[in-house]
């Protein structure tokens, strides 16, 4: 049994401690919209934020993340208008849109309080972000969007 | 692919014949007893295209052109449009309900798409690969949407009361009269129609109910909108439909669909294609809390199309207790027919086929005399090795099977083909199966192949509940329906002049068809039409060959299929022949490709089975000046010929693939060792241009997984199982070494250039262009792909 706190709410999990958090959110939290794909920290699919730092779910445990703030795509925002989820449909980023989920997460935590953030920061930042489709031509042009506003 | 397949597993190849497309010209209103509301002559023959033949036609249950299968109006004026074919990030749920609605005049704002079921009956064929969505339905489209608007236009004639009887009146004499109607007096704006002599509009919701009384019209009766005249086609403005939900989080794939009671399946199956389970011990399995049943699934061998590998299932509560019961089973695993599969070996075996002649699949002119006679004979091979597509998404699938009937969830390219192997697999009539279609987290061709969706059906049923059958990414790469492994052997034969005077080009590759028939070890007509019967070049005396190799894992179908293999032997070898010959790359290229023609298969030696995409040739013949185009465009662009710094260069590479041309120009700079691709410039000639904005996206992430299958893409073999496991030693590009600035430059062209599709066509020039620019950079040619990252 697991007390955890996401996207703002309590939830009680009924799962071991050592449950794979990714598969909690997903099969136990109803949460859909974090994704697996790889299972070992390689791809970024499954990236939420723990206390706002952007983190890939399938490497951590619920019991690590009790007593911490979760937040996953669905609560990113309000009106699903974070910034950087509108420079994501601005430049028609997604194309299978898989991944997305995962990418819009790692960036919205990368660009916190960074306007000026570097283009290598935008690569190094995102490189933990698998996309198959190929989209990180956009991802990257995202990124800045959101970051600096234009 | 799957239809061709079957139809050559069958041996039931039949070659494409042209057939005579009517002329069709517009019959003007002539005015019988049975229709009152006679109308004056149309005031312009305004038929917007002339219909031609295309390959959809010919595919199992063929094109649909019904509106009344595709599209519904509600009284609020809601436009909602059936997307039948699979969206895998191409862009179709978007791209082809959208020329329907711009033809129809709907309002993009109030289209409302829904996913069909798998059934092809209704909807036509919906087996979404081979690049042909745009290519075989922009008509059906265009015609369904022109349809709608003249159903609409006939409703508003009565609703203005121009035709003064009831609509039940008119639809009969639809029926009863050989003569067409015309749309007089109203005019289809956007979502409305208005009255010519009033100005009074109707909105599409009120005239809904009208407007399906009236008898779908034929093809002649329609009127079609002048090119000029779209709003959406050709304008690449609209937003891909499910982009908001995809962004939020909302967008739903195959495991995201929750069914009450459902338990959750992985699989553990034979490391080698059909090795038998001698013996298992699930103790350990069994006492992982969450773990509820152990279920065995019979182990299949080759050739046995999409059924599963067989194995053991662990059954459980959720997905992490199910991955960590499959990992806890201890298995014995005997000996198969492939377990002595070993990639060194075969490899090695391949090579020596190659160099020795094979089947001959075209000949044309005398190559025996031109090699005799040469003066010099430059040769050379390549080789790749297998690839796993490992789309984002890893296989995955829910079925419901009870009482006689099962429901199945899966993100699959083949939508009726996964519902017929299914209701085979569970003995059921395919009434008795639905198949509903998520989005797929991509495809890549691996979603063809509907094993997962079979698996997870033969489990609800064993198991007595609704099963999500999950693959890990481990499952993924060890049991694909891998891209086949080749080398490729091209020998050009020499004039004392340095002209050339032969081509010998002898393909060994283990054939798709393997998964299907038993195997020949010979390569099959769609095979041998990627890139390989087909070359272009103008070249007197050809010899086209495949060399046999056996299969020893499920081979299948990946982004591109064998366009890959021969672009990347063929692009590379006309580039080392330009170094041998001191000349020009690009130069040597447009040279080989010789003057502005259509190629005539049949009078230069093509096979007569020879497969132009299932296309009928005269209308998507190989035109060289559309490839040379491509060619010199992004040759141009991307500034060929400039002197570039050490350790910088630019590779080119023009190959037809899916009867789309692609070119690409690829800069590539080695910075300490590592191969970086700071800008591409890719021109794309797919005729008639429906969705831009979609086309550039595809030729971006044809850059990177071109440049991943190019760089990093290799699956070995070793006692007939896989080496490699998950994107540690399977890995893709990523963000910090892509191809960082791709240009896409479309040639655009007007609908009479038939549309053709290119969510494949993209890839296979990528990896020669990017060779070619590594041996401009370093002086090192390397020719086997993938090529590493680094080099020295």
């Known amino acids: ?150 | 692919m799957l239809h061709y397949l079957e139809q050559a597993a069958a041996g039931k190849v039949a070659p494409r014949k042209a057939i005579v497309v009517r002329n069709v010209s517009r019959r003007t209103f002539l005015g019988t007893a049975a229709a009152g509301f006679a109308v004056a002559a149309f005031p312009k023959d305004a038929l917007g295209f002339a219909k031609y033949e295309v390959g959809g036609s010919q595919m199992p249950h063929g094109l649909v052109y019904d509106p009344t299968v595709f599209v519904s109006i509600d009284s609020d004026g809601t436009v909602t449009i059936v997307a039948h074919r699979s969206e895998m990030g191409t862009g179709v749920r978007t791209s082809l309900p959208m020329v329907l609605a711009d033809e129809m005049g709907a309002d993009w704002d109030r289209v409302k798409i829904i996913q069909a079921e798998g059934d092809e009956p209704k909807y036509g064929n919906q087996d979404t690969d081979g690049s042909r969505s745009m290519r075989h339905h922009i008509q059906s489209m265009r015609q369904m949407g022109a349809s709608v608007r003249f159903m609409l236009a006939i409703a508003a004639m009565q609703h203005f009361g121009i035709i003064d009887q009831p609509i039940e009146a008119v639809a009969e004499a639809f029926g009863a009269s050989d003569d067409q109607f015309e749309v007089q007096g109203v005019t289809v704006g956007v979502h409305e129609v208005t009255n010519d002599a009033t100005g009074e509009a109707v909105g599409f919701g009120e005239l809904a109910e009208i407007a399906m009384l009236v008898p779908v019209p034929e093809f002649e009766q329609l009127n079609f909108k002048d090119e000029s005249e779209f709003r959406y086609v050709g304008k690449g403005e609209i937003e891909p439909y499910d982009q908001h939900d995809i962004t939020t989080g909302k967008a739903i794939y195959g495991a995201d669909v929750d069914l009450p009671g459902m338990k959750v399946a992985v699989i553990a199956r034979p490391p080698a294609v059909g090795a038998p389970l001698v013996s298992y011990d699930a103790t350990a399995a069994r006492s992982i809390a969450g773990v509820e049943d152990i279920a065995e699934l019979p182990i299949t061998v080759m050739p046995a199309k999409f059924a599963p590998l067989g194995g053991v299932a662990v059954i459980a509560a959720h997905t992490d207790a199910a991955i960590r019961g499959r990992d806890a089973l201890e298995i014995e695993w005997g000996e198969g027919p492939h377990s002595n599969y070993n990639t060194e070996e075969f490899t090695a075996e391949m090579r020596e086929t190659a160099n020795a002649p094979g089947k001959v699949l075209r000949k044309e002119g005398d190559p025996e005399a031109a090699f005799a006679e040469a003066a010099k004979v430059f040769g050379r091979e390549y080789s790749q090795a297998h690839m796993a597509h490992a789309p984002m998404e890893p296989p995955v699938a829910i079925a419901d099977v009870k009482d006689g009937k099962a429901e199945i969830w899966a993100p699959v390219q083949s939508p009726f083909g996964t519902r017929q192997d299914i209701a085979a697999a569970l003995e059921l009539p395919i009434e008795d199966v639905t198949v509903h279609v998520t989005l797929l987290g991509g495809g890549f061709g691996r979603k063809s192949k509907c094993d997962f969706a079979i698996e997870a059906a033969l489990l609800s049923r064993d198991v007595g509940a609704p099963v999500r059958v999950q693959w890990t990414r481990e499952d993924d790469i060890h049991h694909s329906f891998f891209h086949t492994t080749s080398v490729e052997r091209i020998e050009v034969a020499l004039d004392d002049q340095d002209a050339v005077t032969g081509w010998r080009h002898n393909s060994v590759a283990p054939s798709i068809l393997s998964t299907f028939a038993e195997d020949s070890g010979h390569q099959f007509f769609i095979e041998s039409g990627m890139g390989h019967v087909d070359v272009p070049f103008e070249i007197p005396n050809m010899s086209i060959e495949n060399g046999k190799a056996m299969a020893h894992t499920r081979i299948g179908w990946y982004r591109a299929v064998s366009n890959v293999p021969r672009a990347w032997a063929i692009q590379s070898f006309v580039a080392e022949l330009a170094d041998e010959l001191g000349r020009d790359q690009k130069d040597l290229l447009i040279e080989l490709i010789g003057s502005d023609r259509e190629l005539d298969p049949p009078n230069q030696g093509f096979p007569d089975d020879y497969w132009n995409y299932g296309e009928v040739y005269q209308e998507y013949p190989i035109t060289t000046a559309r490839l040379k185009n491509v060619t010199e465009l992004a040759a141009e662009k991307a500034g060929w010929g400039a002197d570039l710094p050490a350790g910088s260069g630019l590779g080119i590479a023009a190959h037809r693939a899916f009867v789309t041309y692609v070119a690409v120009a690829a800069r590539v700079d080695i910075v300490d060792g590592l191969i970086t691709v700071p800008e591409m410039h890719i021109a794309v000639d797919c005729g008639f241009v429906a969705n831009p904005e979609r086309i550039r996206s595809q030729m971006e992430g044809a850059a990177v997984m071109g440049m991943t299958l190019a760089l990093n893409s290799a699956i070995t073999f070793q006692n007939g199982a896989a080496q490699q496991s998950n994107f540690y030693d399977y890995d893709i590009v990523r963000a910090t070494n892509f191809p960082k600035v791709v240009h896409t430059h479309i040639v655009e062209h007007p609908f009479s250039v038939h549309a053709a599709g290119v969510g494949e066509p993209g890839v296979p020039p990528i990896a020669p262009a990017i060779a070619n620019a590594v041996f401009n950079a370093t002086g090192q040619r390397l020719r086997d792909l993938p090529i590493g990252t680094t080099v020295s």
């Open chain 1, 1 to 150: 049994m697991a007390q955890l706190t996401i996207n703002g709410e309590s939830r009680t999990i009924d799962v071991p401690g050592d449950t794979t958090l990714l598969w909690a959110l997903r099969d136990l939290a109803g949460l859909k919209g974090t994704k697996y794909g790889c299972g070992v920290g390689l791809c970024g699919a499954c990236t939420i934020h723990v206390d706002g730092v952007a983190q890939v779910s399938c490497m951590l445990t619920v019991s690590q993340v009790e007593g911490t703030e979760i937040t996953t795509i669905e609560g990113l925002s309000d009106d699903g208008n974070h910034p950087v989820q509108v420079a994501w449909r601005e430049l028609n980023v997604p194309q299978c849109g898989f991944c997305q989920a995962g990418q819009i997460m790692t960036a919205a935590s990368l660009i916190e309080d960074k306007p000026d953030i570097s283009d290598q920061e935008i690569l190094d930042g995102m490189s933990g972000n698998l996309c198959r489709c190929g989209c990180y031509q956009r991802i990257v042009a995202a990124v800045r969007t959101a970051a600096t506003g234009s």
